[in-house]
């Protein structure tokens, strides 16, 4: 089996022509911030046509400082930084309950670019929570309303029964509430922009923190 994962492994390509255009990007035309420039990328990736350009890993820490990955939905950008939503007693909100600071990674193969966000992260409040839920599709309702996010599952039997009863109330009472979902701000400390390049040469122009609350810019070798 290893054998086979290997050959596998050097068959793939990255960034083939057919399906990737590695675009020049010159850093010093670059915003004195980030979140310009994340949007300018976020809806080029779109026009290209990159799939589910909105998902992103989140990274996080456990009590004890283990770290764990998923992959999550994008559900805003602004002068608060990078929000994203689940339950508060999931595995991430327990983690970051414990540990407020998290990293966002972006990858978007059409193009040869990736962002990387970290920094700590606060609580919405619960209006802002209730308004993001019901802004959702009735499935993404019914989900939430499902619950016990990673939470161990006795059977696949119980799943299917509590589905079904939450997607019955999701159509019965749209403004129905989940006290739990809630919506989490990654305010950034860093932010990295990377551009791959056909010759190794790629572009990483990464914004930091500096002590007035300003923004530094910053070449890093590839």
Excluded at 30 to 49: D, H, I, K, Q, R
């Amino acid at each position: 089996m290893g054998t086979d994962l290997d050959e596998l492994l050097r068959s793939l390509r990255v960034w083939a022509p057919e399906v990737t255009e590695l675009r020049s990007f010159d850093p010093a035309t670059a915003p004195a911030e980030p979140l310009p420039l994340f949007t300018t990328w976020f809806a080029e990736a779109v026009a290209a046509g990159q799939p589910e350009p909105h998902t992103m890993s989140l990274a996080t820490a456990d009590a004890e400082g283990a770290p764990d990955v998923r992959t999550v939905m994008l559900h805003g950008a602004d002068e608060h930084g990078w929000h994203f939503a689940s339950h508060a007693g999931s595995r991430k909100g327990r983690h970051l309950a414990a540990r407020p600071y998290a990293a966002l990674g972006f990858y978007w193969p059409t193009l040869g670019r990736q962002v990387r966000v970290r920094g700590r992260v606060t609580v919405a409040p619960a209006e802002v929570a209730d308004a993001d839920l019901h802004a959702r599709s009735t499935g993404a309702l019914a989900a939430a309303l499902v619950g016990h996010q990673s939470e161990v599952l006795p059977g696949y039997e119980e799943l299917e029964r509590a589905s079904e009863a939450a997607w019955e109330r999701a159509q019965r009472e749209p403004d129905a509430s989940v006290p739990s979902w809630t919506v989490y701000v990654l305010a950034p400390d860093e932010v990295e922009f990377f551009q791959g390049d056909a010759r190794r040469r790629h572009v990483r122009l990464d914004y930091r923190r500096d002590e007035e609350g300003g923004w530094v810019r910053e070449l890093l070798w590839p």
